[in-house]
């Protein structure tokens, strides 16, 4: 028998999706700034490819966003929190984005009072893709060889090294002890690395550190977690990336890179 927290969560979303396919009939839709407290915000990823939407609502809601290139179609990203109930502190990442290029998009809810809501149209512009100087990632090419735990199949480990910000490892209430062992199929000359924490709207799950142990030995850091490079120099294939200090709850990363030796 279906849960019904997930019933809530499949209904709500199959109205979502009838809202954002539905863009010639406004029955029955409310204004979605009539639930708005703050926002919506906009806050693209500096390689142009990714961005984070954030909006409070004034009721606990289901949110979604419809978005495209000279229309709020084409794309739908749903909101990343884990209660199928609703919330009102609301995070969605929008993905597949090109660099410097304009975008139009869309907010959709289900609100708790069983209403729908559609917002107007707005826009956003992703900049120009940064340069990391350190060339590719060479994490999109490893395999996991271990975790300390997955929330679901969804935020599965294999999430972290897809390079898809749309996407996220989520441990199961690990805090600071998880941790994900990658393996990059041969000794490498290590120059850099990047840990994406993944965060929750209610200031759990976030990373603020974590350390790198090589092949079972040395462990380097902690490190401030960020999307910029941190320069590092090892030599190693099992990489096993440990969450240092965080705010606790479901701990785990968007990404996680690694870069070669700018001297190699």
């Known amino acids: 028998m279906m849960s019904r ?14 809202a954002c396919a539905d863009t010639e009939s406004e029955t029955e839709i ?8 703050s926002g919506p915000n906009v806050d693209a990823d500096p390689s142009g490819t990714a961005a984070v939407l954030t909006v409070e609502t004034s009721i606990d809601a289901i949110c979604a966003v419809s978005y495209g290139e000279g229309d709020p179609v084409g794309a739908i990203a749903t909101d990343r929190e884990m209660d199928p109930e609703g919330h009102s502190e609301h995070r969605v990442v929008l993905s ?28 956003f512009r992703t900049p120009a893709a940064a ?21 679901s199949d969804t935020f599965s480990a294999a999430n972290a090294i897809d390079g898809d910000l749309g996407t996220e490892w989520s441990s199961r209430g690990d805090g600071d002890n998880a941790y994900i062992t990658i393996d990059l199929g041969s000794e490498t000359e290590v120059g850099a690395v990047v840990f994406r924490t993944r965060e929750m709207s209610d200031g759990s799950a976030i990373t603020r550190l974590f350390a790198v142990t090589v092949d079972d030995g040395e462990t380097f850091g902690p490190f ?7 320069p590092v120099d090892f030599t190693g294939t099992v990489l096993r990336f440990d969450v240092a200090e965080s705010t606790g709850g479901n701990t785990g990363a968007v990404e996680i890179e690694v870069y070669g030796s700018t001297s190699s």
Request: a negative charge; aromatic letters at 10%; hydrophobic letters at 40%.
């Open 96 to 123: 597949g984005l090109d660099p410097d290029t304009e975008y139009e998009y869309r907010l959709q809810g289900v609100g708790s009072d069983g209403r729908l809501y559609r917002s107007d149209v707005f826009t």
């Open 30 to 37: 409310a204004p979605f700034e009539e639930i708005v407290v």
């Open 224 to 230: 401030p977690v960020g999307i910029e490079p941190i």
């Open 131 to 151: 340069e990391s100087g350190f060339g590719s990632n060479l994490a999109l090419e490893a395999t996991v060889a271990e975790v300390s735990s997955e929330f």
């Open 5 to 18: 927290s997930f019933a809530t969560l499949v209904i709500g979303l199959s109205l979502l999706i009838a």
